[in-house]
């Protein structure tokens, strides 16, 4: 079984950071993929960043410049730096990793339980 787990959430004032993490654990062969979506109150689910084999990121508009996504193979955790940071980036923030499971060629999507990201004015 493969689990995502996130942490970094919190409540932040404007312009300020938070960096939040996205562990995955189980057998795990490889993470090939990694994003992060949000989704805020009424509003639909929209991607932020998303990070492949491609070496380079894709980021929503909205965020580009302010932004990061990284990842640590070795740890299997796939970061979101959030930098000048404002209200509306205000959302529960998702990850979603596309994993290879060891013993197999298959891949599957998996997503963590959702981390609450607040900025305040």
């Known amino acids: 079984q493969v689990q995502l787990v996130e942490s970094g959430g919190g409540l932040v004032q404007a312009g300020g950071s938070l960096r939040l993490s996205c562990t995955a654990s189980?057998?795990?062969?490889?993470?090939?993929?990694g994003a992060w979506y949000r989704q805020a109150p009424g509003k639909q689910r929209e991607l932020v960043a998303r990070?492949?084999?491609?070496?380079?990121?894709n980021y929503a508009d909205s965020v580009k410049g302010r932004f990061t996504i990284s990842r640590d193979n070795a740890k299997n955790t796939v970061y979101l730096l959030m930098n000048s940071l404002i209200p509306e980036d205000t959302a529960v923030y998702y990850c979603?990793?596309?994993?290879?499971?060891?013993?197999?060629?298959?891949?599957?999507?998996?997503w963590g339980q959702g981390t609450q990201v607040t900025v305040s004015s």
């Open positions: 979603n990793c596309i994993i290879r499971k060891n013993g197999g060629p298959e891949q599957y999507s998996y």
């Open positions: 189980g057998s795990i062969s490889s993470i090939n993929a």
């Open positions: 990070l492949s084999s491609d070496p380079t990121p």
